[in-house]
Structures are given as C-alpha cells and as structure tokens.
C-alpha cells in the first residue's frame, strides 16, 4: 500500500524559533500533498494545499508568511512553522495524492510542542 | 463554507451494544469517506462511498450515503473494545477533504 511518513514525529520547541516537518511518500509520487493541523479533541482543519513545482494555496485564515510550505519534488513537502508560539502547538498531518488523484493517504502526524 | 456536523460528538458505551453515527451536511458532496483515528495516529480510510443511496458494510460496520449526497451514517453491530477511536467522516470538494466535527467513541469491556 502507499506509505507516507513524517518526521519528525515529535518535536518541542522555544517559543520565537522556527521548526520544519517533512512529509514524504515513500513509495508513490504524489504532485499534490495537503497540510492539516488538528487541536487536541477536535477535528483535522485542512491548512494549505501544496502542488509540486508551484506555489502552495492556503485556506482562509491561515497565514503563509508563518507557514511556509515547499514541495520541491514528487515525493517531499516541508511545512516551516516560523517564529513558533506556544498556540502554535498542535498535531500537524499531512497527507498524500497519488499522480492518479483518488485517495488520499496519510501520514502519521507530527506533534509540535512549543514552549 | 462547507460544514459537516457529526453527532454524537461522543459516544460512551459497552461491549456488545449497537451504535450509529451521524455525519451532515448542507453541501453536496461528489463522495464521502469515513475514517478512524487512534491518538497520537494519522486517520485510516475504512470506506468511501461515491452513488447517493449507497449502502457498504465492512464486517459489522455498515456505511450509508444519503440519496441527495449530503449526509451518511455509519452502523456498528456489537461493539468491540477494539473500535474505540475517533470516527471522522470527510466529505470531497474539488481536491480537498472536508474533515466532519468528529465523534469519539469509546467501547468498555
């Protein structure tokens, strides 16, 4: 089945620095991946779409100077939370369309922590 | 804004009972999934349906979509521990899912 990892899994962090999470598709190329942010006991929220080789849409109210997203090739996306504050702190997902569209996969989130 | 509403928004029960789960919507969706999230995990798939009026069953858990596309439910018979989680249902617009408010639900022994 197609697999897609995060990494890091968990990560803390001091309030004002930046943190980078990876999203991978380890055995599919993907030219879409999509960015969600999920709160504790709450849904995911759909952050930003990001497109291989072009420049990412982000969903209203999500800001992109603060979330900057790179997906530089077919198999990696990178989502930087800048100057991170401690409401910054959630479970970030990413998941992963194959070049066929379809379903979606999913990776295995990323907690961000921020002190 | 599409919205999908579940409820319950939590469900607590034991062993054995039967429970359904309720996902709605004023839009209408060209299909819907249904998803489990364990804590601390990424959603798995379990079913997406596609026809309005579709009925699929994965061993006890029996999914429906509304006949107009904007709704569904999901049945489970005799509940096990084993299906405690958080039960989204995500509804697909253009390229992207819209994820459902989410109900949790947690089965004792």
């Known amino acids: 089945g197609a697999v897609v990892s995060q990494h890091p899994s968990r990560v803390i962090c001091k309030s004002g620095t930046s943190v980078k999470i990876e999203c991978r598709s380890l055995?599919?190329?993907?030219?879409?991946m999509f960015w969600y942010r999920q709160f504790p006991k709450q849904s995911l929220m759909l952050m930003a779409t990001s497109n291989e080789g072009s420049k990412a849409t982000y969903e209203q109210g999500v800001e992109k100077d603060k979330f900057l997203i790179n997906h530089a090739s077919l198999t990696l996306s990178t989502l930087t939370v800048t100057s991170a504050h401690p409401e910054d702190s959630s479970f970030y997902i990413c998941s992963a369309l194959g070049l066929a569209g379809g379903e979606q996969f999913f990776g295995p989130g990323t907690r961000l922590t921020v002190l | 804004t599409q919205l999908l509403e579940q409820s319950p928004q939590f469900l607590s029960i034991q062993e054995g009972e039967n429970l359904t789960v309720y996902c709605n919507s004023s839009?209408?969706?060209?299909?819907l999934q249904w998803y489990r999230q364990e804590p601390g995990e990424g959603p798995v798939l379990l079913v997406t349906?596609?026809?309005?009026?579709e009925v699929k069953k994965l061993k006890r858990l029996t999914f429906q979509f509304g006949d107009a596309r904007k709704d569904s439910s999901l049945h489970i018979t005799a509940a096990q521990p084993g299906d405690t989680g958080l039960y989204l249902c995500a509804g697909a617009w253009t390229d992207k899912l819209i994820f459902g408010t989410g109900t949790r639900l947690q089965v004792f022994p």
């Open positions: 055995d599919f190329q993907a030219t879409t």
């Open positions: 839009s209408v969706f060209s299909s």
């Open positions: 349906v596609v026809t309005g009026g």
